[in-house]
């Protein structure tokens, strides 16, 4: 391993990438250590048999910072955008019934009863306070709106976003911009309303919420991490594992000393500054040789486990139309399912001609126990209900398991007070900084725009100590 420059990012999933990738943008020298063999932690697109399937995240939403981050990739023509008008549909009663998307569809659609639209539509003339104490999703809906739009709409959503338990899973932390609205405004649709006016409508803003959709890459959602890792060149290390943590002295300046495995004898690098983007588990070893401190709310972000179970079907077989999004499965439909996403009709190269590609999750933090099953059996059983619900008379053509023990962090109740204390205990050890989807949420929008302020922090920390040298942005990535 070469000589390591002042800042070490440690994990090379997308926020320890795109870290990087900002602070090389603000002319500051870096070197990221990745423990695996290739970058993007979960990211992961392949090809089967003539499908390409995602074994991770299975699109993205585009925001304006990974916007700007994939025109300095040279991505853009490789960019796919999925139609934003292509239903999503939810499971009741066994048939596929279409989700409201405004306000004309929340009134027509037999989701819901007429209790929860009548409160749905007057929310607007209630004021009302949220609890000074944390607050489950679930007790923010029930209040509000009732059980109906929890069961039929919320549940399921936060099922395809966090793989969550609404009655976990904490409102402020989750979604603070509701939680916001209520507390300024005394209505979630009173508050939605004056943000939007607030919003500037200069042509650039046009574009952006023009822009604004589900999107993906033409070689899956993988392109973006590899682009990354790509613009990176030597500065990124595969099969690096940072053993230990420590502080010493250096040139009167704080800094680190990292003992990394490599293939061979470890070695001892320094570093001004540490960006700690690994996994919850690794972090917190690394930062508990600097802190016993840290082990302790790390401890308390619980994660949900997910199996993603991908397939290739004939689409003579299947009974039900493919055309949208796909589905989601309340709980109360009695499978283990969490719902399915039909991406070849998103977006084109995902299927052989004739054929259809969908990806089915199933766990999540209410059903755990489907994750620790044989992949052959999680198979059956998705596969199974799958078959029942889209009427498919005949098994895939292919087929493919993945199962994460770790999937996604549960922002649940109390989550901010423990990102409050690692804040704290992360500004006594200064240049230490931590990064991941465990901050402002796990997508890969919200993981790029934390990268992006994480870079920021870590330049504002180098001009204190006087290391510094530049901000001009390296020349365009080839």
């Known amino acids: 391993m070469q000589n390591a420059p002042p800042v070490l990012v440690i994990g090379a999933g997308i926020s320890g990438l795109a870290c990087a990738h900002f602070l090389r943008e603000r002319g500051v020298p870096v070197h990221v250590l990745e423990a695996s063999d290739r970058p993007g932690g ?11 399937f995602e074994l991770g995240p299975q699109s993205f939403l585009s925001s304006e910072p990974l916007q700007e981050l994939i025109a300095k990739l040279n991505l853009d023509d490789q960019l796919l955008r999925a139609d934003s ?20 569809s929340l009134i027509r659609t037999p989701l819901l009863g007429a209790g929860a639209k009548w409160r749905l539509a007057t929310e607007i003339f209630r004021r009302a306070h949220p609890p000074d104490d944390d607050e489950s999703v679930a007790v923010f809906v029930r209040r509000k709106f009732g059980d109906d739009l929890l069961q039929h709409l919320v549940g399921p ?3 395809g976003i966090y793989a969550g338990d609404p009655e976990r899973l904490s409102l402020r932390a989750a979604f603070p911009e509701i939680h916001r609205f209520e507390r300024e405004q005394g209505s979630v649709l009173r508050g939605a309303i004056k943000s939007m006016r607030k919003r500037n409508p200069a042509p650039r803003a046009e574009r952006s919420k023009a822009r604004a959709g589900l999107c993906s890459f033409r070689d899956g959602v993988e392109t973006l991490p590899r ?24 040139n009167s300046h ?3 000393k990292i003992q990394v495995a490599a293939g061979g004898p470890p070695e001892t690098i320094s570093a001004l500054a540490v960006v700690l983007a690994a996994p919850c588990d690794v972090t917190a070893r690394l930062a508990g040789d600097m802190d016993a401190r840290f082990a302790e709310p790390f401890a308390e972000i619980e994660y949900a486990p997910v199996a993603v179970v991908s397939a290739g079907y004939a689409q003579s077989a299947i009974g039900r139309s493919t055309h949208g999004f796909g589905f989601l499965v ?14 070849s009709s998103l977006f084109p190269g995902r299927a052989p001609e004739g054929r259809v590609a969908m990806a089915t999750f199933a766990g999540g933090a209410t059903d755990p126990e489907i994750c620790t099953w044989p992949e052959e059996k999680i198979a059956e059983h998705v596969c199974g209900e799958v078959a029942r619900v889209m009427q498919i008379s005949a098994p895939p053509v292919t087929l493919r398991v993945q199962c994460y023990a770790r999937a996604l962090p549960q922002y649940n109740l109390g989550h901010g007070k423990i990102l409050d204390r690692l804040a704290r205990l992360a500004a006594d050890q200064p240049g230490l900084f931590l990064a991941g989807n465990y901050f402002g949420g796990p997508s890969i929008g919200a993981c790029t725009k934390q990268a992006q302020a994480t870079a920021a922090a870590v330049c504002d920390y180098l001009a204190s100590i006087g290391q510094l040298t530049s901000t001009v942005p390296p020349s365009a990535p080839k």
Not at 85 to 102: D, F, S
Not at 330 to 337: A, F, H, K, T, V
């Open 42 to 52: 979960l990211i992961r697109s392949v090809e089967q048999d003539g499908f390409r």
């Open 330 to 343: 309340p709980r109360s439909e009695g499978l283990r399912m969490l719902g399915t996403v039909w991406n």
């Open 85 to 104: 008008r292509a239903p999503r549909y939810i499971l009741h009663g066994g048939e596929l019934i279409q989700a409201p998307m405004g306000p004309l």
């Open 157 to 159: 959503m936060i099922s």
């Open 227 to 250: 682009a990354l890792a790509h613009s990176l060149g030597n500065a990124l290390s595969y099969n690096a594992s940072a053993q230990s943590l420590h502080r010493s002295q250096s």
């Open 254 to 256: 704080a800094a680190f």
